[in-house]
Structure formats: structure tokens, C-alpha cells
């Protein structure tokens, strides 16, 4: 792998569901329904993860964590800590990470500090290396209109 610095994205978008619980940045956020999918569906984890292993020229989530039963609800912070080690064998290490949640409600401005801290801890990073936005879809498309939630993430990684 060449280059001190590389720069990866990442984006994931989950339907929303009644009955389960919704799990957004590795923290439990209070609402009425949840994301839909084999793991706990964490859409912001699953940006992140996926712009960290394109940084790293290693493919994306769905190559390492196959809809297996293996991973059958697991937490993503699992699954971050997982990538994390990854970055760490390849020599690499988190510079910083802008993510964006797109989601019409619940209001995130609440949970938005837990997430920086549990991203930082699953990433052995400083929380000022993370920040957490949210947007909401202004009532258009599939966030607008309430049936999903989408994340965003862009990650710079540099040589240890």
C-alpha cells in the first residue's frame, strides 16, 4: 500500500421497521421504529466501516461480514472494532472522519456526543478526530418521506 494518507467514503441507507430497536453511531436512540437488516442495521457504522476499507483498498462491509449466521445481529461496534484492527495491521491509523445521518426524525442533536465517543473508542481515536452531523430530508425521497435512514462518511487515514 503506497502513500502516507488515503482517503476513503462511505454510505449506507436501512429502511425503516416497527419493532426493532434503532442503533445509530453504536448508541440506542429512542423511537418508534428501528433499521431493517442482518446486523442491528447501524447505518453510520456501516459508512464508516466502508470508508475505512476503502481507504484501504479492501474491498467493502459485505466481503468481510456476509449475511451469514454468523454475523445475525451483530452490534456494529463489533463490527467497527473489527475494520479498526484491520486499519491498525495494515500500518494505518485514523487521521479524522466527517460522517452525515440522513434521517427525517427522530432529533439526533441528543445522542449526537455518545456517538463521537463510541466511534472514537471502537477506533482508538480522539473524539475531536470524529464528528457526527445530521440532516434531515426536508420530506423528500425515501428519508424525507420517513421510510429510511442513510449515513454518509468520509475518512482520512495515515501511515503510524
Known amino acids: 500500500m503506497s502513500g502516507a494518507a488515503r482517503i476513503g467514503i462511505g454510505y449506507d441507507i436501512h429502511p425503516l421497521v416497527k419493532g426493532r430497536p434503532l442503533m445509530l453511531g453504536g448508541v ?3 423511537s418508534g421504529a428501528g433499521l431493517d437488516g442482518h446486523s442491528d442495521a447501524d447505518v453510520l457504522l456501516h459508512a464508516i466501516c ?3 476499507l476503502g481507504a484501504l483498498g479492501l474491498g467493502d462491509l459485505g466481503e468481510h461480514f456476509p449475511c451469514t449466521p454468523e454475523y445475525k445481529n451483530i452490534s456494529s461496534t463489533i463490527l467497527l472494532e473489527r475494520v479498526a484492527a484491520m486499519m491498525d495491521e495494515k500500518g494505518y491509523r485514523l487521521v479524522n472522519l466527517d460522517c452525515i445521518i440522513h434521517a427525517e426524525e427522530p ?3 441528543p ?6 465517543e463510541v466511534i472514537a473508542g471502537c477506533l482508538g481515536a480522539q473524539p475531536g478526530e470524529v464528528s457526527v452531523k445530521a440532516t434531515r430530508g426536508e420530506g423528500l425521497g425515501p428519508i424525507g418521506e420517513k421510510k429510511g435512514i442513510a449515513a454518509t462518511a468520509v475518512v482520512l487515514v495515515g501511515k503510524k
Do not use: F, T
Request: hydrophobic share 45%; aromatic share 6%; charged share 45%.
Open 107 to 109: 432529533r439526533l442533536a
Open 50 to 52: 466502508d470508508a475505512i
Open 28 to 30: 440506542r436512540v429512542e
Open 111 to 116: 445522542y449526537r456526543e455518545r456517538m463521537i
